[in-house]
Nanobody
């Protein structure tokens, strides 16, 4: 069973940097792409960034392109850690951030069957 656990969320000031981590385990049967999504209060959950299983390719939402970087550590075959480096954060980045695992490289939530519980990021102005 694939399990995901996010960490690293905290209160920061605008312009600061922080790194979120997603610990993925149970990746036993093949390769999984990992996506980061976020959900702000009163808004729909949205795609933030995604990375292919090999770590060779990544996708970003326009709102974070140039500020956020996704990477992954595949040191273990069935346990990976995926990072979301967030630089120059803005108040509009305030949200609960979720990581998700799926077989397809996609920005669509529906293509990710496995989700973590989220980590909260708050950016003060």
């Amino acid at each position: 069973q694939v399990q995901l656990e996010e960490s690293g969320g905290r209160l920061v000031q605008a312009g600061d940097s922080l790194r979120l981590s997603c610990a993925a385990s149970g990746l036993t049967y093949g390769y999984y792409h990992i996506g980061w999504f976020r959900e702000a209060a009163g808004k729909a959950r949205e795609f933030v960034a995604g990375i292919t299983w090999s770590g060779s390719d990544a996708d970003y939402a326009d709102s974070v392109k140039g500020r956020f970087t996704i990477s992954r550590d595949n040191a273990e075959a069935t346990e990976n850690t995926v990072y979301l480096q967030m630089n120059s954060v803005k108040p509009e980045d305030t949200a609960v951030y979720y990581c998700a695992a799926g077989r397809a490289r996609s920005i669509l939530q529906s293509t990710y069957p496995f989700w973590g519980r989220g980590t909260r990021v708050a950016v003060s102005s």
